[in-house]
């Protein structure tokens, strides 16, 4: 029997990725979408793609009814100011925002500058990254989605800072367009946004809180630079060790970090176009390449995280961590491995 | 019955395994790095990195 899926705040490009995935998902049923501003259209309205696929049509979240799992879609801080009526409707709810990421109250606040509104959550929710919390994930109620730049600094980095090797990290992040979200402003508006290479966010990045969080203290530098692509981010992180390794050290972590996580593949060939992670190709997957480098003559290594923001930054990992939580095959639904040429 | 024969790859120290004994010149691709290799000696076997074109990317 399949389980009853809705999602509050549908009409957005993480909403869209989920309809997209659980539409075909064989072990749910959609229940309800909701979009108060497009209460009464067809989902294809917002998500063309979808066109043909469903006969669903937006409802106002006024109407949502009780199912068994509830994505919630909505804007940050949203979420934690309604998280006790959303959690009396489902036994599952996986909230795509950054409400839930952070486990401290004080960091959110560091990060995010207010109190948290339900900081007794908190310590309840599951960081929905399955390669780093795959057993609390498994007995979570309510599950926090992940911050896109910050997967992609977690799965290059996590193979290194689980064996202690990180000293210090600057990770420079190339994003696309999406990441700025459905709704226009005057930096996405065409002639803005096309062909920009544009740093904005130097230092401070919030999702830097995230890195913490998942695998410990170390100094840690982000900036970050929209550039021409619409889904994907590339993180490429410069990492001082803590003592000096050799290629054949790191082809040994990350094995032994990734040789069962069905989602991380290892990209770090020595022959062919693509030798390296690239998310152009990643577009609609869930799968995050990763890859990694070592300057024998600095000492620095070079760690690579490729990933498709709507996917494994936000929509397929929610999908990924439900599957957990569900007791599904983890890859159910999931396992379309992107186009080429994109 | 045939043996199955390992080297390790000089790159990545994935296995490379041989279902035939390797003979001298002849060149394996790792399938984790794609490194290519050249059997240099069959007894033990020893593995060097078969030379590559370089790749610039143009620059």
């Known amino acids: ?342 | 019955m045939t043996t199955t024969i390992t080297a390790a790859c000089t790159e990545c120290d994935a296995p490379i395994t041989f279902d035939r004994p390797p003979l001298n010149g002849q060149v394996v691709r790792c399938a984790d790095c794609g490194a290519e290799l050249e059997v240099t000696n069959t007894d033990p076997i020893r593995l060097e990195l078969a030379p590559e074109v370089e790749e610039d990317w143009g620059e």
């Not at chain 1, 509050?8 to 993480?14: A, I, K, N």
């Not at chain 1, 006024?62 to 309604?82: I, K, N, W």
Request: charged share 20%; proline share 6%; with cysteine.
């Open chain 1, 1 to 342: 029997m399949t389980k009853t899926v809705s999602i509050v705040g549908g009409s957005g490009y993480t909403g869209g990725e989920l309809l997209r995935l659980l539409l075909d998902h064989p072990g749910v049923t959609m229940r309800a979408v909701t979009s108060r501003s497009n209460a009464g259209d067809p989902i294809h309205r917002k998500h063309p793609n979808l066109r043909g696929r469903s006969d669903l049509v937006f409802t106002s979240p006024d109407e949502v009814e009780a199912c068994d799992v509830l994505f919630l879609c909505m804007p940050h801080g949203q979420a934690a100011t309604e998280i006790d009526k959303w959690a009396g409707l489902a036994d599952l709810v996986i909230d795509l925002s950054a409400d839930f990421r952070l486990r401290s109250p004080d960091a959110y606040k560091d990060w995010y500058g207010s109190e948290h509104p339900a900081p007794a959550r908190l310590a309840e929710a599951a960081y929905g990254l399955p390669e780093l919390e795959r057993e609390r994930i498994a007995k979570a109620t309510l599950i926090s989605g992940v911050g896109c730049n910050a997967t992609a600094m977690n799965l290059a980095l996590l193979p290194l800072a689980r064996a202690g090797l990180i000293d210090r990290v600057i990770a420079d992040i190339k994003v696309g367009s999406s990441e700025a979200g459905a709704e226009p402003s005057a930096s996405s508006h065409h002639p803005e946004r096309s062909r920009a290479v544009r740093s904005y966010a130097l230092t401070g990045h919030r999702h830097a809180a995230e890195v913490h969080q998942a695998l410990g203290e170390f100094t840690l530098d982000v900036s970050v630079t929209a550039i021409e692509m619409v889904r994907g981010v590339l993180c490429t992180a410069h990492v001082i060790p803590t003592e000096p390794v050799a290629m054949k050290d790191l082809w040994k972590l990350y094995r032994g970090a990734y040789a069962n996580e069905p989602f991380v593949r290892l990209v770090n060939e020595r022959q062919g176009l693509h030798r390296l992670p690239d998310p152009a190709v990643l577009g609609g997957s869930n799968y995050a390449d990763v890859g990694f480098g070592v300057d024998e003559r600095t000492g620095r290594i070079v760690a690579l995280g490729a990933i498709d923001n709507l996917m494994k930054g936000a929509a397929g990992s929610a999908v990924q961590s439900m599957n957990v939580a569900l007791g599904l095959e983890e890859t159910t639904g999931l396992t379309f491995p992107g186009l080429h040429p994109a």
